[in-house]
C-alpha cells in the first residue's frame, strides 16, 4: 500500500494497521465528517472516537502514546477526507 510512502518507515506499520482497523469498523464516513473540537483526537469524549481509539490502539498491541494515537487518527482522517476508501468513486488508496 503506496498510500503511506511518504511517511517514515517506522510509522508505516501503525499507520497500515490503523487503515485496517477503520475499514474493518467501516469508520471512514465517521471520519470524514467528526471533528473532535479543542482537545482534538487526544481528548474526546465521543464515544464512537473512543471506540475507535481503543481498537486501533489494540490491534497495534496497546503500544500507542495519547500522541501517536492522535496523530495517527488524524492520518486517517486526511484520508477520508481527500480519499474515502468507502467511497466506490474514489481511487484505491
Not at 465528517?33 to 469524549?45: R, V, W
Request: charged residues 20%; negative net charge.
Amino acid at each position: 500500500m503506496d498510500t503511506f510512502s511518504t511517511y517514515p518507515e517506522y510509522r508505516r506499520e501503525m499507520l497500515m494497521s490503523a487503515y485496517n482497523v477503520i475499514t474493518t469498523m467501516e469508520k471512514w464516513m465517521f471520519l470524514k465528517s467528526f471533528e473532535p473540537g479543542d482537545g482534538g483526537f487526544m481528548f474526546t469524549d465521543h464515544p464512537e472516537a473512543i471506540e475507535i481509539s481503543n481498537e486501533i490502539n489494540n490491534a497495534y498491541g496497546g503500544g500507542h502514546s495519547g500522541a501517536s494515537l492522535a496523530m495517527t487518527i488524524r492520518v486517517m482522517q486526511k484520508i477520508a477526507k481527500k480519499n474515502n476508501p468507502c467511497d466506490s468513486n474514489s481511487n484505491s488508496t
